[in-house]
């Protein structure tokens, strides 16, 4: 067990966060494009607000996703490092007339983060803002402070200038590993593993993406088909194996003898001396407790973790 892990799990760790995506939306327009391009209501976020949120294409499918954080003249998209010039692209396409200018600020915004059970802890002992709800966020000095997390450990994110972000020297650093390994852990899903454009909303199981009252946007049309219709036929769901040797990626998963799924990203656990996972399931194999298998190994279904602090 490293100490980033060990940290991570029964401290706070810090997490290198610049290799992600930063973009600044700004215009009259703003509020309006998003709210069109988005799963979730934008229009509604106030200053110091935030939401996260699915980018779909026509039909339906999970093309990226982001943190979205509103200020008072302009929004800021955290996003997955793979997907930063994609959602620039996909958003310029769709700029017709409207008063909105997209800004990487990748390279000038940096960004760490503090996770685990003390990060609460940490952050107040460096007065800095606690802010309480998910996305929430708050100014301090030349940073700002933001209630996020990508382990599904308590968490936050600290942005500014690289030189003016602020330093935990009694932190331990957590590296890439360590961080996938507590991710999956907790069942988190992420974008670009467990997520993709093969996939609809609603099969993710994280509801909070979405919003059903906020009127059109692209790809509105297939989740309220599939809204109506009352389920999807297939889940992203955590499975627990017995053993420690980490699956490949679509490696299958059978119930009852028969194949139900597919895994999309797994890790040993050194605590749980097992190996979580996360895969697609079939609805009547995805109930948190039904016992499964991949290949000739025992496992059992667990609920993802789906909120995104």
Known sequence: MTEGYLALRNTAGQIDLSSRG???????????LLHAMTTNHIQSLVPGAGCYAFFLNAVGRVLADANVLCFDDYFLL???PETRMFI????????IADDVTLEDVTESLHATGIEGPDAEAVLRKERLP????????????????????GTGAPGFRIFGPAESLP????????SVDDVRTVR???????????ITTANLPQETGIMEALHFNKGCYLGQEIVERVRSRGHVN????????????VFERGAKISFEGSEVGEITSSAYSPALNATPAIGYVRINAAKPGTRLSVGQRGAQAVAIKSSRS
Request: charged share 30%; net charge negative; proline share 7%.
């Open 234 to 245: 297939r889940m992203l769901a955590g499975i627990l194996a017995d053993g420690t040797e």
């Open 130 to 149: 606690v802010p309480e709800v998910p996305l929430a966020h708050a100014a301090s000095g030349p940073f700002l402070v933001v209630r996020a997390s």
């Open 78 to 80: 955290d996003t997955e």
């Open 167 to 174: 330093r935990f020297p009694e932190i331990v650093a957590a």
């Open 22 to 32: 930063h973009i600044r939306v700004t215009g009259e327009d703003r509020s309006r």
């Open 184 to 194: 999956l852990e907790h069942f988190y899903p992420r974008y670009g593993e467990d």
């Open 88 to 95: 620039m692209e996909h958003l310029e396409k769709y700029i």
